[in-house]
């Protein structure tokens, strides 16, 4: 049994991360395709609509889903309260906001909000009738099902925008493709769930349930909170192009972060929820979750701060040029994703909340003294605080995990990264050799010259050196092609 949960973890994870990478290769090109067709001003005038949805959204679950995953035995009973409840909050939310889309327009200076507002919020309502079908999937590991549905309604939405943008809809085309993402992965996955809300309603479930759902609600309406503070402080007091190029270069840098920790978290979470009593086993799994998580995003991102310049060379117009340096500075906090997100997700399934509560305050007290320093020096000065922040997130993170898991030391974690991070410094001092060679040549040609190399090396690399994360993640990939007889 624990073999086959072993293997579902591991399965579930490499599932879930090649619909993120594919999810993620989709968005680069089709953001690579908008960024030539709108202008700065644009993304930063979408970067203040969005941050409201993004803040809230997880008023809208309550914490719930995680509750349900969590939980031993779910009945229909559980489902529909859920989901009810699901439904009038993001109703009452998407009522509210709308009303003050007026005032918020005044304050930011932005007279689109009005009009924009109305149409991209109903993603909060759609989004709301999905999330049980969500939550059943995920309990039940079936994370294939999941990431092809993701993927299929990131190329439909990609589209849309796409089309937008060309007809010279400008902002628009980011409303369509924020809104196409939700609308078509509702309704897939009512077409490929069975269960359906039933007149059904216990608010002694809900009770019960939202004691536990609550500091999840808590903990990430705070963490949303200071994730989008930066965009809302830079829209207010510099220029919208200039919260355009942040922004921009804070998504770049997201897709390959965010994709796989949404990844590692959607797995991750219900497989450690069933072996919350069994520490060694929880150990060895996050272990292992965490040394294929740190192979592949070590190189990924070290790769992209040593490529930003060139990508927007070769494939950009040159007034997206001031984005970079923002690029490269947050692409070194995600350098430290891995072990904060794994270390973060025993301590949610491990705790009753508290703890979770205490942690986050600690985060955020420390966020908050590094916003008031960083936010009126400058945007780098920003980009630079945010990297803090995330050194302290990680930090606070993995000593709260070792109260849980003390059989995955400290110092394991470092011997396990070590090897990680010497085979990631010599990949990049090869393809910093490879933009010494080709000084001269076309920014195309240098760029697509670092990747292919990159890419080669680091796998040679671990050939060469017999790298465990490197032969895991060969067994995985053969795994998936049949054997012949």
Not at 147 to 162: K, M
């Amino acid at each position: 049994m624990a073999a086959q949960l072993k293997h579902k973890v591991v399965k579930g994870v490499a599932w879930s991360t090649i619909e993120k990478v594919c999810s993620a290769l989709l968005q680069l090109a089709v953001s690579l395709v908008l960024l030539n067709l709108l202008s700065p001003e644009d993304y930063g005038i979408m970067a203040i609509v969005a941050a409201f949805p993004a803040i809230l959204m997880p008023l809208v679950d309550s914490g719930f889903s995680q509750a349900l995953i969590r939980k031993s035995e779910v009945d229909d009973v559980d489902y529909s309260s859920v989901f009810y409840v699901n439904i009038a909050i993001s109703v009452a939310l998407y009522t509210i906001l709308v009303a003050l889309s007026p005032a918020i327009a005044n304050f930011f200076d932005v007279p689109q909000f009005v009009v924009l507002a109305p149409v991209l919020y109903l993603l909060i309502p759609i989004n709301s009738l999905s999330n049980i079908q969500n939550a059943i999937l995920s309990r039940s590991m079936e994370f294939k099902r999941l990431s092809l549905y993701t993927l299929v309604a990131n190329a439909v939405s990609s589209g849309v925008a796409i089309w937008m943008a060309v007809e010279g809809l400008g902002v628009w085309a980011l409303v369509g493709q924020r809104l196409g993402v939700v609308v078509v992965k509702t309704v897939m996955l009512w077409w490929g769930s069975s269960w359906r809300p039933k007149w059904l309603f216990s608010l002694d479930r809900i009770k019960a349930m939202f004691r536990y759902g609550s500091r999840i609600l808590l903990s990430d309406l705070v963490s949303n909170i200071y994730y989008q503070i930066s965009n809302l402080f830079i829209g207010k007091f510099y220029t919208k192009a200039e919260l355009g190029y942040y922004d921009r270069g804070n998504k770049i840098k997201e897709m390959p972060v965010t994709s796989t920790i949404m990844a590692v978290l959607n797995v991750t979470f219900p497989a450690f929820s069933r072996q919350k009593d069994d520490k060694p086993k929880l150990a060895l799994n996050a272990r292992k979750v965490f040394v294929l998580w740190a192979f592949v995003m070590l190189p990924l991102m070290g790769g992209l701060i040593f490529v930003a310049e060139d990508m927007f060379r070769a494939l950009l117009p040159e007034v997206w040029l001031p984005a970079v340096p923002y690029l490269q500075i947050l692409s070194i906090g995600g350098l430290l994703a891995p072990l904060s997100v794994i270390s973060f997700n025993i301590v949610k399934v491990c705790s009753d909340g508290k703890m979770i509560f205490r942690i986050e305050f600690v985060k955020k007290l420390i966020a908050t003294a590094v916003l008031a320093i960083t936010i009126p020096i400058s945007i780098r000065a920003i980009a630079w605080g945010q990297v803090a922040i995330f050194v302290s997130d990680m930090i606070v993170n993995t000593l709260a995990a070792r109260h849980y898991v003390r059989e995955w030391s400290l110092w394991r974690r470092i011997k396990d990264v070590v090897p990680i991070a010497l085979a990631t410094l010599a990949m990049l001092a090869i393809v910093s050799g490879v933009g010494h060679l080709l000084t001269g040549a076309s920014a195309l040609v240098v760029f697509v010259a670092k990747i292919v190399v990159g890419i080669g090396s680091y796998a040679l690399l671990g050939e060469l050196f017999r790298l465990e994360a490197w032969r895991e993640m060969k067994e995985i990939l053969v795994g998936y092609f049949p054997k012949r007889k």
